[in-house]
């Protein structure tokens, strides 16, 4: 499966934006679905995901706990990261990754997910 963001921009504080992230080549209810981000001069780090058991099973960073809300539609192979209240911390590339049949699940560590996409940057700025 290969994954294509979209969604990102500039967009001022307070504002919201919607990310998407497309995948082609197979059916995404397999795959444990998550986001991640890294800021200018950062590390990768974890925002949210949602297990391939169930769409309710979803589990978020405490920095946007409350502000974001992963989702997913494997109809169309698809999984969005519902963005609001946006502050300027919250610019980075935004990446989608995924990992078939995760066997556990809440884990917030990067390398369990071995299929990422290219990256969508959002930009906070006044």
């Known amino acids: 499966v290969q994954l294509v963001e979209s969604g990102g921009g500039l967009v001022q504080p307070g504002d919201a934006l919607r990310l998407s992230c497309a995948a082609s080549g197979r059916s995404l209810s397999s795959y444990t ?7 200018p001069q950062k590390d990768r780090e974890f925002v949210a995901a949602n297990s391939w ?3 309710d099973r979803v589990w978020y960073s405490d920095s946007v706990a409350g502000r974001f809300t992963i989702s997913r539609d494997n109809a169309k ?3 969005f990261l519902e963005m609001k209240n946006l502050q300027p911390e919250d ?9 078939i049949l995760l066997p556990y ?3 917030q560590n990067a390398s369990v997910f071995n299929i990422w996409g290219q990256g969508t940057q ?5």
Do not use: I, K, L, N
């Open 105 to 107: 699940d809440y884990s």
């Open 33 to 39: 679905m998550a986001w991640f981000r890294q800021g």
């Open 53 to 55: 058991r169930s769409r």
């Open 122 to 126: 959002v930009t906070v700025s006044p």
């Open 77 to 79: 192979e698809t999984t």
């Open 91 to 99: 610019t980075a590339t935004y990446y989608c990754a995924a990992r």
